[in-house]
């Protein structure tokens, strides 16, 4: 079963405005990952944030964790038309490093 | 990060037939593993492929289904058996480098049954 639900389930947006996508889980973590995926294609990896840390950024990207919450937040800045994905967050518990994944939210940014 | 292709990159099958999926990393890896993601759908676990022992699985897959082998640290295979239309799916390995570290995913396999 999914642990992770995200929302919103899709987001439509212009270009330059930002985008926050949220996701929550049910139970303890070793860290959070997020995701994108472009039209049913390989998913490429954005950010790992540890649970002992409560943000991350990489370019445009930040990442928020509340590990006491049990939820992560990823925000887009100045969003371009090639932010249009899916994206993922996807927690890792546990010892065996398995991933369970959120269901997601699409993104459509427009011009 | 690593490098990963899989092979082949989609496939269209018929019911009963078997599909096997190569998954190669361009470095030595740990973990290794092999989702699945239906239509429409997020990803989900099929099993942890561990170098020379049996896979181990999630439930609701079983390794008469879903055989996989990993020979070496760099290499993996899973097979698709006996298939149905249930089958179609998006194939994909992950690999991390050691165990908490990021996963990254190779670009999937499209598998289509009729």
């Known amino acids: 079963s999914q642990q992770g639900e995200e929302d919103p389930q899709a987001l439509s947006i212009q270009e330059g405005e930002n985008a926050t996508m949220n996701c929550s889980y049910k139970?303890?973590?070793?860290?959070l990952q997020w995701y994108r995926q472009n039209s049913g294609r390989g998913l490429v990896h954005l950010i790992l944030?540890?649970?002992?840390?409560r943000e991350k950024h990489s370019g445009r990207l930040r990442v928020t964790l509340d590990t006491s919450k049990k939820s992560s937040s990823l925000l887009i800045t100045a969003s371009r038309a090639a932010d249009t994905a899916s994206y993922f967050c996807?927690?890792?518990?546990?010892?065996?490093?398995?991933?369970?994944f959120g269901t997601g939210t699409r993104l459509q940014v427009t011009l | 990060s690593a490098v990963i292709s899989q092979k082949p990159s989609r496939d269209i099958c018929q019911r009963g037939t078997s599909l096997t999926i190569q998954c190669q990393v361009d470095?030595?890896?740990?973990?290794m593993f092999w989702y699945r993601q239906q239509p429409g759908q997020s990803l989900t676990l099929i099993a942890t492929?561990?170098?020379?022992?049996?896979?181990?699985?999630e439930s609701g897959f079983v390794i008469d289904k879903f055989p996989i082998s990993r020979p070496n640290l760099t290499f993996s295979t899973l097979t698709v058996s006996n298939m149905s239309p249930e089958d179609s799916s998006i194939y994909l390995c992950?690999?991390?480098?050691?165990?908490?570290?990021?996963?990254?995913f190779g670009p999937g396999t499209r598998l289509t049954v009729t």
């Open positions: 996807a927690t890792d518990s546990g010892t065996a490093s398995k991933l369970t």
């Open positions: 492929a561990n170098q020379g022992s049996e896979a181990t699985y």
């Open positions: 992950s690999v991390s480098k050691n165990r908490g570290d990021e996963q990254y």
């Open positions: 944030i540890r649970s002992n840390e």
């Open positions: 470095s030595q890896v740990t973990m």
């Open positions: 139970t303890s973590i070793n860290n």
